[in-house]
């Protein structure tokens, strides 16, 4: 039905950046709200940052002046740019997306994360 594909993780050292990419495919009637998530070890997982169709955007406290999200609704992919790493942001980065496939009702479907290590 539908694929979410995270790509573009690694290592990096503080202060670099990453850009990490999401390609959404499938039986898609509309996409509502695109975000990128992530999980420490021994944490929960957060939101790092989400738009929504109209183009409204939220962000973690952490990570705002930071990272930038795109727009998707050109190629159903959205991106994330990020810039001045930190260690703090290590972490496996997942890709949700909020999305309707016709006849049903829209749900949350997910990526099988990509991981960001920042490390010297």
């Known amino acids: 039905q539908v694929q979410v594909v995270e790509s573009g993780g690694g290592l990096v050292q503080p202060g670099g950046s990453l850009r990490l990419s999401c390609a959404v495919s499938?039986?898609?009637?509309?996409?509502?709200?695109m975000g990128w998530y992530r999980q420490a070890p021994g944490k929960q997982r957060e939101l790092v940052a989400a738009i929504s169709s109209g183009g409204t955007t939220n962000f973690a406290d952490s990570v705002k002046e930071r990272f930038t999200i795109s727009d998707y609704n050109a190629r159903n992919t959205v991106y994330l740019q990020m810039n001045s790493l930190r260690p703090e942001d290590t972490a496996v980065y997942y890709c949700c997306g909020t999305i309707v496939v016709e006849g049903m009702r829209p749900r949350n479907y997910w990526g099988q994360g990509t991981q960001v290590t920042v490390s010297s």
């Open positions: 499938g039986s898609i009637f509309k996409i509502y709200e």
